[in-house]
């Protein structure tokens, strides 16, 4: 029987400050070897934290605003190394979650789940301004509805909801090589059930709101469907260039947020930008009840998949300028750039040009992986805050990073 994957934080977890994946619960042999031996029906389960977690590290490192973020990383990150001060702007990842909560619009009004399709939530939207900010607030009711809670879409909804859209594919790619037809059939229905369920459990609204976006408007019922499209939009809108917002936030053809449509692109409010596209393009998606991703790219005017692709590429290496050659961090950072330069290129803008499984047979690309049995005697943090940050070895990058997290 399938059901999705609970894993708690302690089992595995990736850390966006060290662009680093915890396997706290493996030991390193046997994550080795399961890995050498091949993924199957018997043993997939024990892959998928992996594959979430990877997921999450290249959607950090492999696309625009991924690299954005690790940008402002490095330079915190440099700035604790150096003793200098660090500005993080107001709708950095760094504070966003905090001024928010601040304010109450990470608020949990009652805890509610489904128990049938017919008791799914819907979605009130509004603009809030925070420091004269503005940011898309989603009121999610219940089927009676009554609220439920008030939440923005930031960068973890749209990782996860990616990462369980991987999850999912694992399990199709592996039971259409390995069920027959009508074992598939009936676990397809438990996939669908059970992450019907997990997107609709408000303690983890968080992970799922930016799903639910899409299911709302153009009535999604199938969480397997639900979860292919938001991934595709998730990365899409990850991989807006600058002169894509622009264009997109000057022309407001909804014409039902006012003057606050252009900073909502300019500050790639996900919420926000992810309800426009969605709530624009409804009447040819309910027309023809599939996602056409040329056809959805020339409906905003967006380049076509190859353009897209070298514009971001093209971004990205102007991105290499964003840092001195003399920051300490240099070297690892236009290592990263050239990953993810890579993941784009090979992936695509909606990271569907190549399966997870198939990337990681033909990719050599990895992020550092911590284990669970692993031991090192202990190291001097005077020297290791000197030393080049490319020569530290993993157990050092973690420990590094330890330091750095510290308020």
């Known amino acids: 029987m399938y059901f999705p994957f609970h894993y708690s934080y302690d089992l595995a977890h990736y850390e966006p400050l060290g662009q680093y994946i915890n396997l706290n619960g493996y030991e390193r ?239 790639r409010d996900f919420g926000y930008i992810l309800y426009y596209l969605c709530k624009l393009y409804s009447p040819r998606f309910n027309k023809q009840r599939k996602f056409v991703m040329e056809e959805f790219l020339g409906f905003f005017d967006l380049p076509d998949q190859q353009a897209f692709k070298s514009e971001v590429i093209g971004h990205m290496e102007q991105n290499k300028l964003a840092l001195q050659p003399t920051h300490p961090f240099y070297n690892y950072y236009i290592s990263r750039i050239i990953y993810g330069q890579f993941i784009i290129s090979q992936r695509g803008i909606d990271s569907k040009d190549s399966s997870l499984s198939k990337f990681l047979h033909y990719s050599h690309i990895r992020p550092y992986l911590i284990f669970g049995d692993e031991e090192w005697g202990p190291i001097d943090l005077s020297e290791l805050v000197t030393k080049p940050i490319e020569l530290l070895n993993q157990y050092e990058w973690w420990t590094l990073n330890r330091y750095l997290s510290q308020p």
């Open 29 to 267: 042999a046997k994550f080795i070897g399961m890995t050498q031996s091949g993924v199957n029906i018997n043993n997939y389960k024990s892959f998928i934290p992996y594959l979430h977690e990877f997921r999450h590290w290249l959607d950090h490192i492999g696309t625009v605003w991924g690299q954005d973020y690790m940008i402002e990383i490095i330079r915190y990150c440099g700035a604790k190394l150096t003793a200098s001060a660090f500005n993080p702007s107001e709708i950095s990842p760094y504070r966003i979650n905090q001024l928010l909560s601040s304010h109450g619009y990470l608020h949990h009004i009652k805890h509610s789940t489904v128990t049938s399709d017919s008791e799914v939530w819907k979605i009130r939207y509004n603009v809030r301004f925070v420091d004269q900010v503005p940011y898309f607030i989603c009121t999610v009711l219940d089927y009676r509805g009554e609220p439920i809670c008030y939440y923005p879409v930031t960068y973890v909804s749209l990782f996860e909801s990616n990462a369980r859209y991987e999850e999912i594919q694992c399990y199709l790619d592996i039971s259409s090589l390995e069920l027959d037809q009508d074992q598939r059939l009936v676990e397809n229905q438990e996939v669908h059930r059970q992450y019907t369920y997990l997107s609709y459990d408000s303690n983890l609204i968080e992970y799922s709101i930016d799903t639910a976006i899409p299911s709302s408007i153009w009535q999604l019922d199938n969480s397997i469907q639900a979860y292919a499209i938001s991934s595709t939009l998730n990365t899409i809108i990850l991989n807006l260039t600058p002169r894509m917002l622009a264009r997109l936030g000057s022309n407001d053809r909804l014409r039902e947020i006012g003057p606050a449509h252009p900073m909502l692109f300019r500050n």
